[in-house]
């Protein structure tokens, strides 16, 4: 019966391994099937991402407001209600604050956008005399504008003779493909919203069915193992997307009260730039910066002087103050390491990924790491990396 049990455990790892390297050259090579279907279910991996940043929110409620008496054990209906208080009162949180954000930043925010559009006519003119006056002083880049200039228009002229009807149509297309995508989006949303309730309501068996999942799947000695590590990468992912996610609301707020304070011009804008990009890792305070320092210029060189100076300010509060109490050393990766993870990411995921590559490059370097150090204790050698720096001619001290 053993071994009848071995060979089946090798099928389906066999299987499992096949499957995944397939799904790896597919979604490399292919036809992306595996993104396709990512696609497909999309709403319900909507609902699981809500569900997981509000869960502990829903555990809060349910401590302070109905504390557990020790040797008690809670009826039914109780746990029931209880959870269904939990989760109202977290929708209600979030509610609240998307009420706050549409009322208070949406009006200012519509303000700027029309400020900046009313002014377009001006910065045009800024900008163009930006380019004049540094023309006049170099007339080898007046000749090389000059130049380009002219087969620009020789490029437009065809366009605009051979093109302009199926630019219109595309644009038709887009228009209303975008329409499309906005239902959609919306249809989308109120799955996830459903998913999530439903998710929250019966986490505790979700989780008891994981953990049947991994008795059944694997020996049981690397049971422990397994969910060892799942409670790690939950660590990691929960500390860094929530912790995140809350230092950048944070830092958008104090931009825009500092920005308001300061009298920076299109203060509710640039505080979006800055809040939303800075969930980036590392490139997000620049991606942030660098239009809205732009925009400021536009208006006040000297204003931009000083948004610059703020800006360089509150990264340095980010990094060195507010940064460190939420997230802590949550990923344990190297400044290089996050850097390659947010390229990488980046460039399979775009936005989304150079936001979740840093915590998926975290779970690799723990489980490499783990993984890496078993084998040293087997072998009886120091897993300490410091007993490998000297390289001395009698190899790693042994345990």
Known sequence: MERKDHYISMGVTAFLTAAA???????????????????????????????????????????????????????????????????????????????????????????????????????YSTISGWVTHLLETNPAVADWVSQQMAAYFQDLDKWLTGGVLPQVQAVMVTVSGGVLSFVNFVKDLLIA???????????????????????????RGWVELVLRGVRRADMIFSGFVRGKLLDSIIIGILCFICCSVLEFPYTPLVSVFVGVTNVIPFFGPFLGAIPSIFLILLVSPRQALYFCVFVLALQQLDGNVIGPKILGNTTGLSSLWVIIAILVGGGFFGVVGMFFGVPVCACLNSLINFFVEARLRKKGLSPDSGDYAAGGAHGPPAL
């Open 21 to 123: 390297m397939m799904l790896f050259y597919d979604t490399l090579f292919g036809g992306k099937t595996l993104l396709a279907l990512l696609r497909t279910v999309r709403p319900i991996l909507y609902g699981a991402f809500i569900a997981y940043l509000l869960a502990p929110m829903v555990n809060a409620f349910e401590r302070q407001l109905f504390p557990r008496r020790p040797g008690r054990e809670r009826k039914r209906s109780q746990a029931l209600f209880i959870r269904a208080v939990g989760i109202l009162l977290a929708w209600l949180v979030i509610a609240v604050f998307f009420y706050l954000l549409a009322s208070v930043l949406l009006p200012e925010l519509y303000k700027s956008v029309l400020q900046l559009v009313a002014n377009v006519d001006n910065y």
């Open 193 to 219: 919203a459903i998913a999530s309730v439903y998710l929250l309501a019966t986490k505790e068996r979700c989780a008891a069915y994981g953990r049947k999942m991994v008795y059944s799947l694997f020996p």
